[in-house]
């Protein structure tokens, strides 16, 4: 049984310019939440998709957006990228209505430079 | 609004010794509690969890009691092994809300 697989695993961009990240959750789950991981610190909550809509949101900027489809995967679009945009992004998949837990992927690594 | 405070690192410890890493939160509600661990280089993995007071969470010799008292989670093993050097992160989640996580603490076990 596949978990959540997450795409690319690392990338370098350089300021100014827009990533997509990619993620598949875990199957039978039907939530994915992204999280962005500075080094040293712990994952801070940027936003989570349910029925292809956002359901709630951290404290991030609109350049920060999301997509979810049908099948579940979802994309992070982070636009005009800044050098303080380097981090670990986790994606985190659920099914709504569990027992509350979260599988995470192995992440993406954006560096920006 | 929710927080969780985890004992800064890292704890270094000689294999076999007895391991805690303390953990407490604040939350607006009724929360679940959860420990994950992230080896080098990877993602986050769920080490254990408890939905309510006084549940024991276990994995693999880690074990936390929910401590609704005094709201804290505190992770425990009696005997530590190099391989479990990594980073170990507290979280809560109420209800349907996200996951809100601890800063994180590293473990080194050393031979």
């Known amino acids: 049984d596949a978990g959540v697989t997450q795409s690319p695993t690392h990338l370098i961009k350089t300021r100014g310019q827009q990533v997509t990240l990619r993620c598949s959750p875990k199957s039978g789950h039907d939530t994915v939440s992204w999280y962005q991981q500075a080094l040293g610190q712990g994952p801070q909550f940027i936003f989570q998709y349910y029925e292809e809509e956002e359901r709630q949101r951290g404290n991030f900027p609109d350049r920060f957006s999301g997509h979810q489809f049908p099948n579940y995967s979802s994309e992070l679009n982070v636009n005009a990228l800044l050098l303080g945009d380097s981090a670990l992004y986790l994606c985190a998949s659920s099914r709504r209505g569990s027992d509350y837990g979260y599988t995470f992927g192995s992440g993406t690594r954006l560096t920006v430079v | 609004g929710d927080s969780v405070t985890q004992m800064e690192g890292p704890v270094t410890l000689s294999e076999e010794a007895f391991l805690t890493i303390n953990c407490t939160y604040t939350?607006?509600?009724?929360?679940?509690l959860f420990w994950y661990v992230q080896y080098p280089g990877e993602g986050l993995q769920l080490l254990l969890k408890a939905t309510k007071a006084d549940d024991k969470g276990s994995n693999k010799g880690f074990e936390a009691t929910y401590r609704k008292e005094t709201t804290s989670f505190h992770l425990e093993k009696g005997s530590v092994q190099v391989s479990d050097s990594a980073v170990y992160f507290c979280a809560l989640r109420v209800g349907y809300s996200t996951l809100t996580f601890g800063k994180g603490t590293m473990l080194l076990v050393s031979p």
């Open positions: 939350a607006t509600g009724y929360p679940s």
